[in-house]
């Protein structure tokens, strides 16, 4: 005959959950009630299978947070190890003193307590912890400046934030002598205000999505190594927003230009505007005189400005230039050509500009020889002419 059984929940009720001595001597007396009576259900939990997808919050009358700090507790104890936190998965080891952590929970233990309202349901399974210990014994970092480092991380990445990155993030830390709570403060502060600062720009150009660390780092170059205040920043950003691709690397390219000029703050910026404005002016006088239709595109107004301000070219020698190359096949080359030739002669005035164009003219034309094809040229001597009857003596008056 063949026999099954089963194990009802009522019939587990009259069971017995084995419990070590050495968790009753050593563990239990120091331990607050809340989680004694958590691990002793999940204990029995685990060696009563018909309870194990109770819920231990709910049949012990406690929060969730209670549960996660518990399990914490008493694996900071060494009683057990938490796998994987979502979904949770603990594991019962046998009850002695982990060399790792039995020593650390007690050191850190008011740590960990903060770090709990700050972690919400997250738990931190023993590789977790280990890592954390050693940003502390390690890295050089206090347990204030750990603190601020979850709360950073959880800030900006969310709740999820793999634990690799804040060891990253603890390890650049270190590097850069973060090692207090007041040197995180500050860190962060700043920090928050470039990625602030870098999303606003990605908004003015119309991107809607977080910036990168290499926008971020840009966004900073901008605002402490040039000194450039947000405000020129974002004008900037403003009135070439219509750029075909707009980009930090193409907005870079403008702030390096603006920094070499001198420019930090708005009044600058309008100067410096001002100024090409006036250029921008001067190059289209230039080119209508020139008999130029297209517009000067900023490389032509750059050499221009060369041309003023390192050339020491006069505007009145430019314009006179302009209507020198009138009618050429390329005006502006021509003009280039020109301006290099002065400025290796040392002409920079009015007159000798006039001068050297009209001797240059004068040399054009006088090299436009008519040249008749399919003839050949021969020299002949007097000699030759008289022997071929032409002579070229004057006729003897009758």
Not at 35 to 51: D, G, K, P
Not at 224 to 253: H, W
Not at 322 to 327: H, M, Q, R, V, Y
Request: contains cysteine.
């Amino acid at each position: 005959m063949t026999i099954t059984y089963s194990t009802e929940k009522n019939a587990a009720l009259l069971g017995f959950t084995a419990v070590s001595n050495a968790f009753i001597i050593e563990f239990a007396k120091d331990a607050p009630p809340e989680y004694i009576a958590v691990y002793l259900y999940a204990l029995m939990q685990c060696q009563h299978r018909s309870f194990e997808n109770d819920d231990i919050a709910a049949a012990l009358s406690c929060s969730e947070e209670t549960v996660i700090s518990a399990f914490e507790y008493w694996q900071g104890k060494g009683l057990l190890t938490i796998l994987r936190s979502s979904p949770l998965h603990v594991e019962f080891g046998r009850t002695t003193v982990s060399p790792v952590f039995s020593q650390s929970e007690g050191k850190y233990a008011e740590l960990l307590k903060s770090l709990r309202p700050v972690l919400g349901t997250r738990i931190l399974s023993a590789s977790d912890l280990k890592k954390v210990y050693d940003w502390i014994e390690i890295f050089g970092l206090t347990e204030d400046a750990v603190y601020a480092l979850f709360v950073h991380c959880l800030d900006i990445k969310g709740a999820r934030v793999p634990i690799r990155y804040l060891d990253e993030v603890a390890k650049t830390w270190s590097d850069n002598n973060i090692l207090t709570a007041d040197d995180a403060r500050e860190y962060i502060t700043s920090t928050t205000e470039h990625h602030g600062g870098a999303r606003a720009v990605l908004k003015l150009l119309g991107m809607k999505r977080n910036p990168t660390e290499a926008e971020v780092a840009l966004y900073k170059k901008w605002r402490i190594q040039y000194g450039l205040t947000p405000e020129v920043i974002y004008e900037v950003c403003a009135t070439n927003v219509s750029a075909g691709n707009p980009s930090f690397a193409y907005l870079s390219a403008i702030m390096d230009s603006m920094h070499e000029k001198g420019v930090a703050n708005t009044d600058e910026l309008a100067q410096i505007r001002k100024q090409q404005d006036m250029l921008t002016d001067l190059c289209r006088r230039l080119f209508m005189k020139a008999g130029m239709t297209s517009r000067p595109n900023a490389q032509q107004c750059e050499r221009v400005s060369l041309w003023l301000s390192d050339y020491h070219m006069t505007e009145e020698m430019l314009f006179a230039l302009a209507e020198a190359a009138s009618g050429k096949s390329q005006p502006f080359s021509f003009m280039c050509k020109t301006v290099a030739r002065w400025n290796e002669s040392d002409i920079h005035n009015l007159q000798d500009a006039k001068a050297d164009l009209a001797s240059a003219h004068t040399s054009s034309v006088s090299s436009k020889t008519p040249i008749h094809k399919g003839f050949m040229r021969h020299n002949y001597t007097e000699s030759d002419l008289s022997h071929i009857g032409i002579t070229f003596d004057d006729d003897d008056d009758e």
